[in-house]
């Protein structure tokens, strides 16, 4: 079993709808939970960090974790064409440098 | 802040020749790392600097792969010889990273490196 996993997509949806992002992970010793947003022939960029079980809102976004289950999800409300993009789920591995990434899940906002 | 910096943004090489990929991470970031991403791996790091000091290089694939960072303000990552398979985008990432602690990484352009 892979230690995070993270469905590729790609996920189209008409503008306007809410996204469902989602990854899973094995190794319950995760603490920080992170979703990096990707542009097309650009680096990833830090969307959403949480540190705990529960949600955390931050505009249109939402992150949420459920550590019982290793399951964390990003919600995208009011979803734009500018939200295309790929989004990566990270996994920081507590006091190290160390982030496991998903493989990141394509994303195309249809105007 | 400019952000973490690399250069070229694009190279295109023949299999064989030598390959040097520059980076110039966030003034005052401590930490700076080396990834690849292909479609098939995925992000995969490379190796790892702490205060200008190699401290993880168990990701360089073998030993054509070699990274050095003289000063805190530059690194960089070759390959020689260069092969096909190592054609993919390098991202250089800092971050100012504390001993025992996690900190957020900032990743810089890329480079698109297609090796023929």
């Known amino acids: 079993q892979k230690e995070v996993e993270q469905d590729p997509g790609p996920l189209s949806v008409p503008e306007g709808a809410i996204v469902s992002l989602n990854c899973t992970y094995s190794?319950?010793?995760?603490?920080?939970f992170m979703w990096y947003r990707q542009y097309s022939r650009k680096g990833p960029e830090l969307l959403m960090y949480t540190y705990s079980s529960g949600n955390k809102e931050d505009g249109r976004f939402t992150a949420q974790v459920d550590k019982s289950s290793k399951y964390i999800s990003l919600f995208i409300r009011d979803s734009q064409p500018s939200d295309s993009a790929t989004y990566l789920c990270?996994?920081?591995?507590?006091?190290?440098?160390?982030?496991?990434f998903g493989t990141g899940t394509r994303l195309k906002v249809l105007a | 802040d400019a952000g973490v910096i690399q250069s070229p943004r694009h190279e295109v090489t023949e299999m064989g020749q030598e390959v040097t990929l520059r980076c110039k991470p966030i003034s005052g970031h401590n930490s700076l790392f080396w990834y690849r991403q292909t479609m098939m791996r995925g992000l995969e790091l490379l190796i790892y600097?702490?205060?200008?000091?190699?401290?993880?290089d168990s990701g360089m694939p073998e030993d054509r792969f070699s990274a050095k960072m003289p000063n805190a303000s530059f690194s960089t990552l070759k390959i020689q010889p260069s092969e096909p398979r190592d054609s993919a985008v390098y991202f250089c990432?800092?971050?100012?990273?504390?001993?025992?602690?996690?900190?957020?990484?900032?990743f810089g352009p890329g480079t698109r490196l297609t090796v023929l």
């Open positions: 600097f702490n205060n200008n000091v190699p401290i993880d």
């Open positions: 990432a800092s971050s100012s990273l504390t001993s025992g602690s996690t900190d957020t990484q900032y």
């Open positions: 990270a996994f920081p591995t507590s006091g190290t440098y160390k982030y496991i």
């Open positions: 190794n319950s010793a995760f603490q920080y």
